[in-house]
């Protein structure tokens, strides 16, 4: 017998039927088993991911401050760490209550906590005296300041091929051995490896910028080669290295900055390259084993100061081109015997051969309106000087003690040596310039004294 379905029967058994599937998927009859650690419907939560990829994203500093406070573990260290825009992260210090700390061979990690480690921030193994050896790998693109400082049993470092920068006092007062720089590095701060008192060379590859003092006091450096081109080395960047004798310049080098080489007691022979115009006050200042000296053409001043109390300094040439020498320029020069001036200057500095016991005649540039006061102080040997026509004035105590003074040639007539103002108010500084048994040469030039 057959029943007879109509379209309002069919709609209602369609209803029914899908009710009944609905039910079927909630209660697990047909559907999928749940986990056992399922949670009940609506009470779920997100993964920490997803929780904190939002917050992270809105605050840098926030996840700064977080991971600085809370070290995650590598290798056994833990270290403490800072994002960086790009990305990466500073390494900041470490745990030093962990199991394990930096010591012996430390090598930097590349990674760390799943991000790109690309530098060592300030004071991050700060006078660490665990460590022997570092390895940097070519991630690295900065050592922070102090970052190395102190560290007084590191004796050897390896940087590689990608860092850009090492700031102030990096590795200052550690005990490295010798030192190759990267070609990749372009920025070394003040005092990076000062007081390295182990360290006997160093390379440098690349075209680096070296701020003050770089190598300051590392007193057994004996060797420096310089690879490549750069066109200013800084004050006092191997002062006090005193058992440096050979120096590698870099090709182009245009300045030597002031005190570059003071108090390099065994630097005996140096030859300034040609492309130098430049020389900074006191450059070779105590320099005493120093013995010959060639400046280059293109330099126009010798600032004041700079071959001060180089003992053993016998012979200096100074080409035409220079017009300024300054204060104290060749004091305490006690070896020097003679030196010739370019015949064209403007000003020759006080006190700038003082106590040259050993100079024995000098012929003074034409142009110059002054000897300045103690420009021959103590020059107990000078017997012979040609002064020129242009000079005026004689200052205080300029030829004080010169008592071997018995000949001086003048460029101009009897009556206008008179017109020449000769100080004369310190222990009668001047007498022996003054003095009537003085044999005194009028109309004279240079040559005749044999310049």
Known sequence: ??????????????AIVAASGMLAGCSGGEGPSAPDNSEKPGTSEKPAESNSSSSSSSSSSESESASSSKPEEADGIKWTYSKNSDGTITLKGYDKNAEKVPAGELIIPEKYDGYTVSAIGYQCLYKNNDIESVIVPNCIQTIGQQTFYQCKNLTSVSLTN?????????????NLDGLTLPVSLTKVGADAFAENISLTDAVILGKTEFDSGTFRECRN???????????????????????????????????????????????SDITIPDTVTEIGGNAFDDCVSLRVVAIPKGVTEISGGTFYGCETLSEV?????????????????????????????????????????????????????????????????????????????????????????????????????????????????????????????????AASIGY
């Open 1 to 14: 017998m057959r029943w007879k379905v109509t379209r309002r029967d069919f709609m209602k058994g369609a």
């Open 162 to 174: 990608g860092l850009k920068k090492i700031e102030t006092s990096a590795f200052a007062g550690c």
């Open 221 to 267: 450096l004996v060797a420096v080669s310089f690879k490549n081109s750069i066109r200013e080395l800084p004050s006092a960047m191997f002062r006090e290295c005193e058992k440096l004798q050979t120096v590698q310049f870099p090709t182009n080098i245009k300045t030597l900055g002031s005190g570059i080489f003071w108090g390099c007691k065994l630097l």
């Open 317 to 445: 040439s100074i080409p035409e081109g220079v017009r300024t020498i300054g204060s104290n320029a060749f004091t305490n020069c006690t070896s020097l015997t003679k030196i010739k001036l370019p015949m064209q200057m403007s000003k020759i500095g006080s006190g700038t051969f003082s106590c040259c016991t050993s100079l024995r005649k000098i012929a003074l540039p034409e142009g110059i309106a002054s000897i300045e006061s103690s420009t021959f102080w103590k020059c107990v040997s000078l017997q012979e000087i040609y002064i020129p026509a242009t000079v005026k004035t004689v200052g205080t105590s300029a030829f004080y003690a010169c008592r071997n003074l018995n000949k001086v040639y003048f460029g101009g007539s009897e009556e206008l040596w008179k017109q020449v103002v000769i100080a004369d108010d310190y222990e009668n500084g001047n007498k022996y310039l003054t003095t009537d048994i003085m044999n005194r040469y009028w109309n004279q030039t």
